[in-house]
């Protein structure tokens, strides 16, 4: 069973910087990519930044040269380095695992998503 375990969120004053980790478990053989999405109450859940498999970065405007996603390949984790960060970055941080395969021969991909890690930046 694929999982996603995240670490690293907490308060922290705004101009400051939080580090986000997800690791990933469970016997997928590849994957797309890995994001973060962030919700904050009574909104949507959006998408942050991803990196793909070959480890292509991508990330929203708000976010750029702010955030830096990074990834481990050897241990299926996927880190999110936030500095400068804004009140309008409070949100639930959740990992994304896109597309991933459960053996060699599936024809088909799942996406999996982690519990959530809260973070809250006051003004």
């Known amino acids: 069973q694929v999982q996603l375990v995240e670490s690293g969120g907490g308060l922290v004053q705004a101009g400051g910087s939080l580090r986000l980790s997800c690791s990933a478990s469970?016997?997928?053989?590849?994957?797309?990519?890995m994001a973060w999405y962030r919700q904050a109450p009574g909104k949507q859940r959006d998408l942050v930044a991803s990196?793909?498999?070959?480890?292509?970065?991508n990330y929203i405007d708000a976010v750029k040269d702010r955030f830096t996603i990074s990834r481990d390949a050897a241990k299926n984790a996927v880190f999110l380095q936030m500095n400068s960060l804004k009140p309008e970055d409070t949100a639930g941080y959740y990992c994304?695992?896109?597309?991933?395969?459960?053996?060699?021969?599936?024809?088909?991909?799942?996406?999996?998503w982690g519990q959530g890690t809260q973070v809250t930046v006051s003004s």
């Open positions: 994304n695992l896109r597309n991933a395969r459960l053996s060699p021969v599936s024809t088909r991909g799942y996406d999996y």
């Open positions: 469970g016997g997928f053989v590849s994957f797309q990519s």
């Open positions: 990196i793909t498999s070959d480890g292509s970065p």
